[in-house]
């Protein structure tokens, strides 16, 4: 079966400072990754998506960007953190463009 | 479309009442929705979804519509129960793989 998994659950960061967030899916192959940002009490907001290795495509401008070094690998990054980069991130992915989505747990992001 | 900067309308049910949640899509070039549950501090999970060639698709206890005409889905869950308490998105995807949620509602169950 297939799993996700994103870490960190939480991280606090100073403003400034680099970030890494990273996701991996197993048990499947070629899949859409997606990264999602949720402030407290709002809808999520698609950052990033791939539908395939080296495809990344970008949603929103901001100071962070995402990598698809491997098939099953999404990584979100940021060089220096603004405060507004505090929030809830999450990971997904699907089998295409015509199937769910499963999400990971999350990392909550407190940019201090 | 995507509203993600809103608070989130809420409905308010009592336990064993039918619940209606509604959501508008902009995108005419979507072709397959889906409804997620979110609870506190957890990723969404999937409920149900509809490809846009039906107009109807039936789980247990929910019922997705799609009017592709208004471009308006709408979830509703038979006899609520307190565990359905929660945060409920619609989403909208294409071809393209882009898939994008919609501003979502938070539901309370009264017992």
């Known amino acids: 079966s297939q799993t996700i998994h994103q870490w960190p659950a939480t991280l606090v960061q100073p403003v400034g400072s680099p970030l890494s967030l990273e996701c991996t899916v197993e048990g499947t192959s070629n899949p859409n990754l997606y990264w999602y940002r949720q402030a407290a009490g709002r809808g999520l907001q698609l950052l990033f998506y791939?539908?395939?290795?080296?495809?990344i495509s970008s949603e929103v401008p901001q100071n962070l960007s995402a990598s698809r070094p491997q098939d099953r690998q999404f990584i979100l990054s940021s060089k220096k953190l603004l405060l507004s980069d505090s929030g809830f991130y999450l990971c997904a992915w699907s089998l295409n463009s015509n199937t769910e989505a499963f999400f990971g747990q999350g990392t909550r992001l407190t940019v201090v | 479309g995507e509203s993600v900067g809103l608070h989130l309308p809420t409905l308010s049910v009592q336990e064993g009442d039918n619940s209606i949640i509604n959501c508008a899509y902009s995108n005419s070039a979507s072709d397959y929705f889906i409804w997620y549950k979110q609870e506190s501090g957890k990723g969404p999970q999937f409920i149900i979804d509809?490809?846009?060639?039906?107009d109807k698709r039936q789980g247990q206890r929910v019922t997705v519509l799609l009017n592709k005409t208004v471009k308006h889905l709408s979830l509703q869950i038979a006899a609520t129960q307190p565990g359905d308490s929660a945060v409920y998105f619609c989403?909208?995807?294409?071809?393209?793989?882009?898939?994008?949620f919609g501003q979502g509602t938070e539901l309370s169950v009264k017992p």
């Open positions: 791939s539908v395939g290795i080296g495809q």
């Open positions: 509809i490809r846009s060639n039906m």
């Open positions: 989403a909208e995807s294409n071809q393209g793989g882009k898939l994008i």
